[in-house]
C-alpha cells in the first residue's frame, strides 16, 4: 500500500473514527447522565415518600403503644376468668376506633380470641397468618403486613395489618396479641403525593418480592424478583436497569425503614432514552463531514507531506548502512515537514557523535578493568606477609605474637577476601572473635567476652559485618573508660522467622541525648572509633536497605546500667 493511501487511512481513523467514538461516548454519557438523574431524582422522592410512611405508620404504633399498657387490656388478658362487660368493651372501641384509619382490631390471649371489633378472626386462623411468626418473634414490636402480603388486596377487602405480642406490664411476660386493621387510605394518600416522572410508578416490596402497595394500584400482591433483596447483593450503586413486567426500565430502590420492607420507582428506558435522540442524530451528522474534510486535507496537503516523508526513509536506509549524511530538500515547505528533515539531520549528526563517545568509554572500561585485576593483589601480599609474620613469632618463640598474627589474617580474610555481600551467621560470630581476641592484648584483663550462638542457628545467611562494629563500639564507649573489668555478652536466639542478636555491656551506659549524638555523629567525633568507617547507624541503614523496615537495631541503655543493643534479621538460608 501506499504511502499516501496510507496516511489517507489514518486521517480517516485519526479523525472520522474518533468524531463517530466521540459521539457514541457523548450519547452514552448523556444517557448515564439522565439515568443518574432521574435516580437522583427518584431518590429523593423516595425518601420524602419513607419518611411519610414512617410517620403515619409510627402514629398508628403510638396508639396501639398507648392501648396495650391500659389496665382493661392488662386484666384482660392476665385473669382468667375476667368478663368484658359493655362498658369495657366500649372503653376497648374508644382506644382505638376514634383514630379515623383504624376501621377493626381483635384481642387475643395466649389461646384464644378474647375481643373483636368487626374483625371476626379466631385464633386458629390467625396463627395461620403469614406475620403470626414475626410477630412472635417481634418481642412485643409493631409488625406491619400490606394488602400485597397480608392476602386482602386479592380478597377484594386491601387492609393493611398491625400485630403485636402484648406483654405484662411488670413481668414482661407473653400474655396475649393485638391485631389492627388499618385501611389502605394510609399508604394510597402517602404513595398519591410522591413525585414521579410520566408512566413512573413507586413501589413498596417486601423480602419475598412481593409487591406490598404500589402508587398505580396495579400488581398489588403479585411476586416480581429484584436483586437488591438478595442477601448476596453487594450495593455499589441505588439504581439499575432490568426488565419489570416486560419493559426495559430503570430501578432506584432504598430500604425503607420498616427492614422488611424496601422502596422501588420503575422508571421506562424509552421515556429516558427519548432525551437522548438529538445526540444520536448530531453524531451521525458530525461522522459525515469529518470523512469529507478527510478527503479534501488529502487532496490539498498529504501530497507534500508524503515527499517529506519519503526523503525521511531514504535518509534512516543511509543510517542503517552506517551512511549519516544530512538530507537535502528541492524545496522548503515552511511547515512542520521541515522540521522532520531538520529533526532527522540533527539526529543523524548526533548519533555519529554517540558513536565516537561509545567507543571512547569502551577504552576507559578496559582500563579500569584492567586496574581492578592488579588492586586484587594486594589483599594477598597482606595475607603473605602475616604469614611470613607468624612464621618468624613462631621460630623466635613467642606465641602472643602468633596468636594475634593469626586472628588478625582470619580477620581480614572475612573482612576484605569475601565477595559477597551474605555470610554464614557461624562465620560472622567467628569473625567477633577474632576481633575481641586481637583486642584482648590490648586490654588485657580489662574485659571479658562470652559468645553464645546455638547449633541451629549456625548454617543460616546474615549481612556481613553487622555485629563487629556493635562490640567495637562496646569497647570504646563502654569499657575502656570503666575502672573495673567490663564483660561483653552476645547471644543470638531465633524468634519465629527471625533471627535476634543481643550485644549487651555492663558499662556505665548512656542517656538518650549521648545516645542520639553517638547516632548522628558514628562515634561522638572520638577519632578511635570513626576511623573504623563503620557505626550503629551504619549497620541499621544496611539491615534496613536490604531486608526492609522491620529489620535493623534496637538500642537500650541507661545512665548506670549498662547497654543492650538487639539486631533483628531474617532467616535465610543458604
Same mark, same amino acid.
Given at each position: 500500500?501506499?504511502?499516501?493511501?496510507?496516511?489517507?487511512?489514518?486521517?480517516?481513523?485519526?479523525?472520522?473514527?474518533?468524531?463517530?467514538?466521540?459521539?457514541?461516548?457523548?450519547?452514552?454519557?448523556?444517557?448515564?447522565?439522565?439515568?443518574?438523574?432521574?435516580?437522583?431524582?427518584?431518590?429523593?422522592?423516595?425518601?420524602?415518600?419513607?419518611?411519610?410512611?414512617?410517620?403515619?405508620?409510627?402514629?398508628?404504633?403510638?396508639?396501639?403503644?398507648?392501648?396495650?399498657?391500659?389496665?382493661?387490656?392488662?386484666?384482660?388478658?392476665?385473669?382468667?376468668?375476667?368478663?368484658?362487660?359493655?362498658?369495657?368493651?366500649?372503653?376497648?372501641?374508644?382506644?382505638?376506633?376514634?383514630?379515623?384509619?383504624?376501621?377493626?382490631?381483635?384481642?387475643?390471649?395466649?389461646?384464644?380470641?378474647?375481643?373483636?371489633?368487626?374483625?371476626?378472626?379466631?385464633?386458629?386462623?390467625?396463627?395461620?397468618?403469614?406475620?403470626?411468626?414475626?410477630?412472635?418473634?417481634?418481642?412485643?414490636?409493631?409488625?406491619?403486613?400490606?394488602?400485597?402480603?397480608?392476602?386482602?388486596?386479592?380478597?377484594?377487602?386491601?387492609?393493611?395489618?398491625?400485630?403485636?405480642?402484648?406483654?405484662?406490664?411488670?413481668?414482661?411476660?407473653?400474655?396475649?396479641?393485638?391485631?389492627?386493621?388499618?385501611?389502605?387510605?394510609?399508604?394510597?394518600?402517602?404513595?398519591?403525593?410522591?413525585?414521579?416522572?410520566?408512566?413512573?410508578?413507586?413501589?413498596?416490596?417486601?423480602?419475598?418480592?412481593?409487591?406490598?402497595?404500589?402508587?398505580?394500584?396495579?400488581?398489588?400482591?403479585?411476586?416480581?424478583?429484584?436483586?437488591?433483596?438478595?442477601?448476596?447483593?453487594?450495593?455499589?450503586?441505588?439504581?439499575?436497569?432490568?426488565?419489570?413486567?416486560?419493559?426495559?426500565?430503570?430501578?432506584?430502590?432504598?430500604?425503607?425503614?420498616?427492614?422488611?420492607?424496601?422502596?422501588?420507582?420503575?422508571?421506562?428506558?424509552?421515556?429516558?432514552?427519548?432525551?437522548?435522540?438529538?445526540?444520536?442524530?448530531?453524531?451521525?451528522?458530525?461522522?459525515?463531514?469529518?470523512?469529507?474534510?478527510?478527503?479534501?486535507?488529502?487532496?490539498?496537503?498529504?501530497?507534500?507531506?508524503?515527499?517529506?516523508?519519503?526523503?525521511?526513509?531514504?535518509?534512516?536506509?543511509?543510517?542503517?548502512?552506517?551512511?549519516?549524511?544530512?538530507?537535502?530538500?528541492?524545496?522548503?515547505?515552511?511547515?512542520?515537514?521541515?522540521?522532520?528533515?531538520?529533526?532527522?539531520?540533527?539526529?543523524?549528526?548526533?548519533?555519529?557523535?554517540?558513536?565516537?563517545?561509545?567507543?571512547?568509554?569502551?577504552?576507559?572500561?578496559?582500563?579500569?578493568?584492567?586496574?581492578?585485576?592488579?588492586?586484587?593483589?594486594?589483599?594477598?601480599?597482606?595475607?603473605?606477609?602475616?604469614?611470613?609474620?607468624?612464621?618468624?613469632?613462631?621460630?623466635?618463640?613467642?606465641?602472643?605474637?602468633?596468636?594475634?598474627?593469626?586472628?588478625?589474617?582470619?580477620?581480614?580474610?572475612?573482612?576484605?577476601?569475601?565477595?559477597?555481600?551474605?555470610?554464614?551467621?557461624?562465620?560472622?560470630?567467628?569473625?567477633?572473635?577474632?576481633?575481641?581476641?586481637?583486642?584482648?592484648?590490648?586490654?588485657?584483663?580489662?574485659?571479658?567476652?562470652?559468645?553464645?550462638?546455638?547449633?541451629?542457628?549456625?548454617?543460616?545467611?546474615?549481612?556481613?559485618?553487622?555485629?563487629?562494629?556493635?562490640?567495637?563500639?562496646?569497647?570504646?564507649?563502654?569499657?575502656?573508660?570503666?575502672?573495673?573489668? *567490663?564483660?561483653?555478652?552476645?547471644?543470638?536466639?531465633?524468634?519465629?522467622?527471625?533471627?535476634?542478636?543481643?550485644?549487651?555491656?555492663?558499662?556505665?551506659?548512656?542517656?538518650?541525648?549521648?545516645?542520639?549524638?553517638?547516632?548522628?555523629?558514628?562515634?561522638?567525633?572520638?577519632?578511635?572509633?570513626?576511623?573504623? *568507617?563503620?557505626?550503629?547507624?551504619?549497620?541499621?541503614?544496611?539491615?534496613?536497605?536490604?531486608?526492609?523496615?522491620?529489620?535493623?537495631?534496637?538500642?537500650?541503655?541507661?545512665?548506670?546500667?549498662?547497654?543492650?543493643?538487639?539486631?533483628?534479621?531474617?532467616?535465610?538460608?543458604?
Amino acid at each position: 500500500m501506499k504511502l499516501r493511501r496510507k496516511i489517507l487511512f489514518a486521517i480517516i481513523l485519526l479523525v472520522f473514527i474518533p468524531v463517530i467514538l466521540m459521539g457514541i461516548v457523548t450519547y452514552v454519557n448523556f444517557s448515564n447522565a439522565m439515568e443518574k438523574k432521574s435516580s437522583n431524582f427518584y431518590w429523593v422522592s423516595l425518601l420524602e415518600t419513607d419518611r411519610k410512611l414512617k410517620f403515619a405508620l409510627s402514629e398508628i404504633s403510638s396508639i396501639t403503644n398507648s392501648v396495650i399498657t391500659q389496665p382493661v387490656i392488662q386484666q384482660s388478658l392476665k385473669q382468667t376468668n375476667f368478663v368484658l362487660t359493655y362498658d369495657r368493651k366500649q372503653e376497648l372501641n374508644n382506644l382505638l376506633i376514634n383514630h379515623p384509619m383504624i376501621t377493626s382490631f381483635s384481642l387475643y390471649s395466649k389461646d384464644r380470641l378474647l375481643y373483636q371489633y368487626n374483625a371476626p378472626m379466631s385464633f386458629e386462623e390467625m396463627k395461620k397468618q403469614s406475620w403470626f411468626h414475626t410477630m412472635e418473634s417481634a418481642e412485643g414490636r409493631p409488625v406491619w403486613s400490606g394488602p400485597g402480603e397480608n392476602g386482602s388486596a386479592v380478597s377484594g377487602h386491601p387492609v393493611v395489618v398491625q400485630a403485636r405480642v402484648i406483654k405484662d406490664y411488670y413481668s414482661l411476660e407473653d400474655i396475649g396479641y393485638l391485631v389492627v386493621n388499618v385501611k389502605p387510605d394510609l399508604l394510597d394518600q402517602i404513595f398519591w403525593e410522591a413525585a414521579t416522572l410520566k408512566k413512573g410508578d413507586i413501589l413498596l416490596v417486601n423480602k419475598l418480592g412481593n409487591i406490598v402497595f404500589n402508587k398505580s394500584g396495579e400488581h398489588i400482591g403479585q411476586r416480581t424478583e429484584f436483586p437488591f433483596l438478595e442477601n448476596d447483593y453487594a450495593k455499589e450503586q441505588n439504581y439499575y436497569i432490568d426488565n419489570y413486567q416486560g419493559e426495559k426500565s430503570l430501578i432506584t430502590f432504598l430500604p425503607s425503614h420498616n427492614k422488611d420492607w424496601y422502596l422501588a420507582a420503575i422508571t421506562p428506558m424509552n421515556l429516558i432514552s427519548s432525551e437522548s435522540i438529538s445526540i444520536r442524530n448530531i453524531a451521525i451528522i458530525l461522522s459525515t463531514v469529518s470523512l469529507l474534510s478527510a478527503i479534501l486535507f488529502d487532496r490539498y496537503f498529504v501530497r507534500r507531506l508524503v515527499y517529506s516523508i519519503n526523503s525521511a526513509v531514504n535518509g534512516m536506509k543511509r543510517v542503517k548502512q552506517g551512511i549519516f549524511t544530512p538530507i537535502t530538500t528541492r524545496y522548503r515547505a515552511d511547515d512542520e515537514s521541515d522540521l522532520l528533515i531538520d529533526g532527522f539531520n540533527r539526529m543523524s549528526t548526533q548519533i555519529n557523535e554517540l558513536i565516537v563517545q561509545v567507543q571512547t568509554e569502551q577504552g576507559r572500561k578496559k582500563e579500569a578493568e584492567m586496574k581492578a585485576l592488579m588492586a586484587q593483589i594486594n589483599p594477598h601480599f597482606i595475607y603473605n606477609s602475616l604469614e611470613s609474620i607468624n612464621s618468624m613469632a613462631v621460630l623466635q618463640g613467642n606465641k602472643d605474637i602468633s596468636k594475634m598474627v593469626i586472628s588478625l589474617g582470619k580477620l581480614l580474610r572475612i573482612s576484605i577476601s569475601q565477595n559477597q555481600e551474605l555470610i554464614k551467621l557461624q562465620m560472622e560470630f567467628e569473625h567477633v572473635r577474632h576481633y575481641l581476641d586481637i583486642q584482648k592484648f590490648r586490654f588485657e584483663d580489662k574485659f571479658s567476652y562470652i559468645i553464645n550462638l546455638p547449633e541451629g542457628l549456625r548454617t543460616f545467611m546474615t549481612q556481613k559485618l553487622i555485629v563487629q562494629p556493635i562490640v567495637e563500639n562496646a569497647l570504646y564507649h563502654a569499657i575502656e573508660p570503666m575502672e573495673d573489668p *567490663g564483660i561483653i555478652e552476645i547471644t543470638a536466639y531465633e524468634m519465629g522467622t527471625d533471627m535476634i542478636i543481643i550485644v549487651k555491656d555492663n558499662g556505665p551506659g548512656f542517656d538518650l541525648a549521648k545516645m542520639m549524638n553517638l547516632w548522628d555523629n558514628e562515634g561522638g567525633g572520638q577519632k578511635k572509633y570513626s576511623d573504623s *568507617g563503620v557505626g550503629l547507624k551504619n549497620v541499621h541503614e544496611r539491615l534496613n536497605i536490604r531486608f526492609g523496615s522491620p529489620y535493623g537495631l534496637l538500642v537500650c541503655s541507661s545512665p548506670g546500667f549498662g547497654s543492650t543493643i538487639r539486631i533483628r534479621i531474617p532467616k535465610i538460608l543458604p
